[in-house]
């Protein structure tokens, strides 16, 4: 690809990273500054991605925001993320058994992205959006695929990503940390209380594929309160069992 190319390229994925549930919308002004390009340069690759439906503009206020076409993406996306397909079932009668959020994560460079979820029909419930990304380190699904890696893989991250708190009660120093996932591997299962958000707690277990590796991981997760001791076993029963299914039809067949 010639460079001008590829340059045009870099700078509208950077665009489109931009905008985020926080940021639905923004002038050529804003993302001028973050993507630190001249508001007129901005301006006409914004003109351009337009016109390709990739975003859109507010007649009013003239600014911008995500277009259909990243939606279509999204939706070829996932209907073609194989573990999501073989997942789904199984989500659903967990989903019913427990009537907590049910989510799929998968791994994403050092972060994990939500690709499957399922809210509890509960008034008081916790979201996790589709295509958000959050760290591997906070919250029990980054925990089960961050325990999963092969050893190289975990201490290159380690190496490459700092333990930054997002709440009180985030896990930052890295040898309790290290004991934590030393223990998730060997029981399979992982449970977190506000690690990532204050009032949230969550359980996941691993979905592994074939060889073995976590493709995904498969998460129960609610406010704090509900996630009392007898539920939280429970649901690490649960989310295990589920998890172990979902692997089988991923071809994994044990240690043998």
């Given at each position: 690809?010639?460079?001008?190319?590829?340059?045009?390229?870099?700078?509208?994925?950077?665009?489109?990273?931009?905008?985020?549930?926080?940021?639905?919308?923004?002038?050529?002004?804003?993302?001028?500054?973050?993507?630190?390009?001249?508001?007129?340069?901005?301006?006409?690759?914004?003109?351009?991605?337009?016109?390709?439906?990739?975003?859109?503009?507010?007649?009013?206020?003239?600014?911008?925001?995500?277009?259909?076409?990243?939606?279509?993406?999204a939706g070829v996306y996932t209907a073609n993320l194989d573990v999501r397909n073989k997942a789904l079932s199984a989500m659903e009668?967990?989903?019913?058994?427990?009537?907590?959020?049910?989510?799929?994560?998968?791994?994403?460079?050092?972060?994990?992205?939500?690709?499957?979820?399922?809210?509890?029909p509960q008034n008081v419930r916790i979201v996790a959006r589709l295509g958000r990304r959050l760290p591997l380190y906070a919250g029990?699904?980054?925990?089960?695929?961050?325990?999963?890696?092969?050893?190289a893989r975990q201490a290159e991250f380690f190496e490459t990503t700092p333990l930054v708190p997002l709440t009180p009660r985030t896990?930052?120093?890295?040898?309790?940390?290290?004991?934590?996932?030393?223990?998730?591997?060997?029981?399979?299962?992982?449970?977190?209380?506000?690690?990532?958000?204050?009032?949230?707690?969550?359980?996941?277990?691993?979905?592994?594929?074939?060889?073995?590796?976590?493709?995904?991981?498969?998460?129960?997760?609610?406010?704090?309160?509900?996630?009392?001791?007898?539920?939280?076993?429970?649901?690490?029963?649960?989310?295990?069992?589920?998890?172990?299914?979902?692997?089988?039809?991923?071809?994994?067949?044990?240690?043998?």
């Amino acid at each position: 690809m010639p460079a001008e190319q590829l340059q045009t390229l870099s700078r509208a994925i950077a665009v489109l990273d931009c905008f985020s549930l926080e940021r639905s919308e923004l002038g050529v002004r804003e993302i001028a500054r973050m993507v630190n390009l001249s508001s007129s340069v901005t301006g006409r690759l914004l003109a351009a991605m337009k016109a390709m439906g990739i975003v859109s503009q507010n007649p009013e206020t003239r600014a911008y925001s995500m277009g259909a076409r990243v939606l279509t993406w999204a939706g070829v996306y996932t209907a073609n993320l194989d573990v999501r397909n073989k997942a789904l079932s199984a989500m659903e009668e967990l989903h019913e058994s427990t009537r907590e959020t049910i989510s799929l994560y998968v791994l994403e460079g050092s972060e994990r992205v939500c690709v499957e979820r399922l809210e509890s029909p509960q008034n008081v419930r916790i979201v996790a959006r589709l295509g958000r990304r959050l760290p591997l380190y906070a919250g029990a699904a980054g925990k089960v695929l961050l325990a999963f890696m092969s050893p190289a893989r975990q201490a290159e991250f380690f190496e490459t990503t700092p333990l930054v708190p997002l709440t009180p009660r985030t896990m930052v120093n890295r040898e309790q940390l290290l004991e934590e996932l030393r223990k998730i591997r060997q029981e399979g299962v992982a449970s977190s209380y506000g690690e990532w958000i204050e009032d949230a707690a969550g359980v996941a277990a691993p979905v592994l594929d074939q060889a073995g590796v976590a493709v995904a991981a498969l998460t129960i997760s609610g406010p704090i309160q509900r996630f009392t001791p007898e539920n939280v076993t429970r649901y690490c029963c649960e989310v295990k069992r589920v998890a172990a299914r979902i692997s089988e039809e991923m071809g994994y067949r044990g240690d043998s």
